[in-house]
């Protein structure tokens, strides 16, 4: 089974966390809570963490591990150019440099 060390990590944080652990995180995350949120949210921590315990405890020995949620794979298309294409392109625009687009410009240079 796997999962030994976190099981016992679980174990010590579910019944110790508390106001302050709550008001902690809250402050690092930067959100204002009422005293009415805090209480909520020390009695959901615990809970979830005693969650994690009894998932920690499933065997998992026989379970092949993945990288994601499934084993689709990526289906893209290849990066051919298509040079005639580019050229078109190039060749409608109405100035071109260098196989270059040349646009106005936005930005006025007052030096030259």
């Known amino acids: 089974m796997r999962g030994g060390n976190i099981t016992v990590i679980i174990r010590k944080m579910a019944g110790n966390i508390d106001k302050k652990d ?8 930067r959100i204002n ?14 809970a979830i963490l005693v969650y994690f315990e009894e998932l ?26 298509d040079q005639t294409l580019i050229q078109k ?7 071109s440099e260098n196989n270059c687009l ?8 007052t030096d030259e």
């Open 22 to 29: 709550v008001e902690h995180l809250a402050e690092l995350a």
């Open 102 to 109: 040349k646009v106005p410009g936005v930005i006025n240079n």
């Open 56 to 81: 920690s405890r499933v065997d998992t020995s026989s379970v092949e591990g993945m990288a994601g949620a499934t084993d689709t794979l990526n289906n893209t298309a290849s990066d051919d150019i």
């Open 89 to 95: 392109g190039i060749e409608s625009f109405p100035e």
């Open 33 to 46: 809570l009422s005293e009415k949120e805090k209480e909520k949210l020390v009695k959901d921590a615990g």
